[in-house]
């Protein structure tokens, strides 16, 4: 069986009966010379005993620590399209990327139906983001069938892409009843965020610490591990068996026959 050293600084990982060579965390130190495979799992000096995170259970510890407080900041707000609207911005902000905004005024019965209009209007669907419509007119003289809103829709940037903004822009500008139609790209989540009602600035602040991190973590590539060590090339076979004396032999008779050939013919 073929087998490895680990280099210096890296220790033997073991699971589920595979094994590698693992880097040892910042700071602990394990000299060169582990064999993979064979024994058991090994630890670098200065280090907790167990062996190290690997980057990608890093990257998801940090990504799990943003969700938590994400997770907390939604539970302040009690308004289900602010929250939707809150969600899909820290999502955005964990993954890193940003946001695509298309605002528009337009009459509807309601909410629900502006947000319905919207949607369809710019040629998208409820599930392609989050929607706020906010009443624009309160006067007595309101009519009682129909409101005037502003209406807010959010994607994230990996969904909606800038040209996708675009034609939803101009889509929504022909539909009837709707006016005041506006995009906006590249929309930061966590200046977004702060102007969403409701959401508690302490919170927000960890959040955005965290979010950072988890973004960090993910756009960090593994170390890279040398090549292991390949094993030594096979000894040469020094002592002769019976077989190879006798084909050793027969070389040296043919070699001498050829000579005496040679010979006689010169001469």
């Known amino acids: 069986t073929t087998s490895c050293k680990c280099p210096a600084n890296y220790h033997r990982r073991v699971d589920g009966g595979v094994y590698s060579c693992a880097a040892c965390t910042q700071g602990a130190t394990r000299p060169a010379g582990d ?14 005993g167990s062996s190290p995170a690997s980057p990608t259970q890093g990257k998801e510890e940090k990504k799990k620590q943003a969700e938590k407080t994400r997770d907390s900041i939604l539970g302040d707000i009690t308004n289900t399209r602010l929250k939707a609207k809150a969600k899909l911005l820290a999502d955005a902000a964990i993954a890193g990327t ?32 989050a929607c706020v419509a906010t009443a624009a007119s309160s ?67 960890t959040f955005d610490t965290q979010a950072q991190a988890a973004v960090a973590a993910a756009s960090t590539p593994p170390p890279s591990i040398p090549p292991p060590t390949p094993p030594p090339p096979p000894k040469p076979n020094l002592v002769l068996d019976d077989d190879d004396a006798a084909v050793g032999l027969r070389g040296w008779f ?11 013919l010169v001469v």
């Open 35 to 48: 064999t993979v495979p064979g024994g058991s799992a090994t630890t670098c000096a200065g280090s907790s």
């Open 98 to 129: 940003k946001v695509q905004r298309l605002t528009a005024k337009m009459s509807a019965a309601d909410e629900e139906t502006a947000c319905s209009n919207a949607f369809s209007g710019a040629g998208m669907s409820s599930g392609d983001g």
């Open 139 to 205: 006067g007595k003289r309101r009519r009682l069938h129909a409101t005037t809103y502003d209406v807010e829709l959010m994607f994230s940037s990996a969904t909606v892409s800038d040209d996708a903004l675009t034609t939803a822009a101009d889509a929504l500008k022909t539909a009837d009843g709707v006016t005041s139609v506006a995009s906006q790209a590249s929309v930061d989540p966590i200046t977004e965020l702060k102007t969403v009602p409701g959401i508690d600035t302490s919170k927000l602040q």
């Open 254 to 264: 043919v070699a001498c026959v050829a000579a005496m050939l040679v010979l006689v």
